[in-house]
């Protein structure tokens, strides 16, 4: 990236209180530059507590190619902080007694199998062993062309279960897919027109809605995934988000998404008992009904975040502590796993790490040949590595045939931006390379197949 670029890249647009001490904007500033400055994090931020904004920013580019700015109000698509919402939505309807959660899911959907055995509370709580479309062979089929939810549905229903409902959690996009399946069939209404006149207006989040790449929207931020170029990113163009609708589906901007603290904190959709069954555990799996439950740094905390091509999400909200933290990005890059932890760290006074940017080579696309093939972990799931159009690829079950770009660190380490996991290769005694395979600091080797 070129020093006037990068210069204005770091250059922010903030809205805070007056009365504010420095420390936390100076603080938030240091930690997010140099992921600006890396090209890995390019989006809006926002810290509240009991209701009020502490700190709410704008940084890097919504469109690097006409260098317009990140602001506030720039509109992100938000990938799975979708679900947590459409939990709203379901929760709703179960308090307004036209949906029992307890009750499995062939009482509001005719024709789907074991539909006797899957409650709509399975849906919810990721119990219920529906598996998620993003394993399916077809995936990539699916998601570059235009579906009807009931399309979609059609799709998964006929895979077989993981599991018994309600005996084990496994994560599913389809869970969600199916729960905005049923609250059309329960309304009437499309699931857009019912989370618009429930959810969205009563909150006041005018800038929510389905994400469409077809459609205008207004300061929408242009989602980047990242590259091996002079930019280290590339537009990632149309994408189709119809597989997604429940799941995956819905942009937003910090602001609005600061208005959910009023359906958590307030009887302004729903009540103390339903918001009390949606944000418990279940089955001490971290996750209640649609949103994450847990805690860091020894506090309560409900949360959820989203990654899609283009885009990084995350909301999170201490209920002790009435502080709530949100980011959204239009870079789909793996740091955002650290900035969970770091942006709470910085707030709480917890100890983090300024990040460091990572500096990549060129390698010649004759020497990452032999790279190439099939490589088996200890847990016997696997990846391929595919040279494609000059660089070095990971290619991975419902990941799209480019998969995730590999850049280069050295002659034979590779990050892989989108994942924040590195691969090292060394060349053994015998002459036969070696791997390991990095994330988040674990280790685990890997064993060449074929």
Request: glycine share 8%; net charge negative; charged share 25%.
């Amino acid at each position: 990236m070129t020093s006037k670029r990068i210069l204005l890249g770091i250059l922010t647009i903030v809205i805070c209180n007056v009365g504010l001490s420095q420390s936390l904007e100076q603080k938030v500033d240091e930690y997010i530059n140099p992921l600006v400055e890396a090209s890995d994090f390019y989006g809006s931020v926002v810290f509240a507590k009991n209701g009020k904004i502490e700190l709410v920013k704008g940084y890097g580019f919504a469109d690097l190619e006409h260098d317009v700015l990140n602001t506030p109000k720039s509109v992100y698509h938000m990938g799975s902080v979708n679900k947590p919402i459409t939990a709203i939505g379901v929760m709703l309807l179960h308090q307004k007694g036209t949906i029992d959660i307890n009750k499995t899911i062939d009482k509001y959907l005719t024709d789907y199998p074991r539909g006797n055995e899957i409650k709509v509370k399975d849906l919810l709580a990721q119990t219920s062993g529906i598996p998620s479309y993003n394993s399916f062979p077809d995936y990539t089929e699916y998601s570059t062309r235009e579906n009807t939810l009931q399309e979609v549905v059609d799709w998964f229903k006929t895979k077989e279960l993981l599991f018994d409902p309600g005996t084990k959690y496994e994560y599913s996009n389809c869970n969600f897919v199916l729960l905005a399946h049923i609250i059309e069939q329960v309304t009437g209404e499309s699931y857009e027109k019912y989370m618009q006149d429930n959810v969205f207006e009563p909150l006041g989040m005018g800038n929510t809605g389905i994400f469409e790449y077809d459609e205008i929207i207004k300061n929408r931020a242009i989602g980047y995934n990242p590259a091996n170029n002079k930019y280290s990113l590339k537009p990632i163009g149309s994408y189709n988000n119809s597989i997604k609708i429940g799941s995956g589906a819905i942009h937003s901007t910090v602001l609005d998404m600061l208005k959910l603290e009023d359906v958590l904190y307030t009887d302004k959709i729903l009540n103390k008992d339903t918001r009390k069954l949606m944000l418990t555990e279940v089955a001490e799996n971290d996750y209640g009904l649609g949103w994450g439950i847990w805690q860091r740094f020894g506090k309560n905390k409900y949360d959820h975040d989203g990654a899609s091509p283009g885009a990084v999400a995350y909301f999170s909200t201490y209920p002790d502590d009435k502080v709530t933290i949100i980011f959204l990005g239009n870079v789909n890059s793996g740091v955002f796993n650290a900035m969970k932890k770091d942006l709470a760290a910085i707030y709480f006074g917890e100890e983090y790490n300024i990040p460091t940017p990572k500096k990549y080579v060129e390698i010649d696309e004759s020497k990452l040949a032999k790279f190439e093939g099939r490589y088996e972990f200890e847990s016997g799931s696997f990846f391929d590595l595919k040279v494609i159009e000059g660089n070095l690829r990971f290619l991975w079950r419902g990941r799209g045939e480019l998969g995730y770009l590999l850049s280069p660190l050295d002659d034979y380490s590779f990050y892989m931006r989108v994942r924040g996991d590195q691969i090292n290769f060394k060349v053994g005694d015998n002459g036969e390379l070696k791997a390991t395979y990095i994330e988040r600091s674990r280790e685990s080797k890997l064993k060449k197949v074929k």
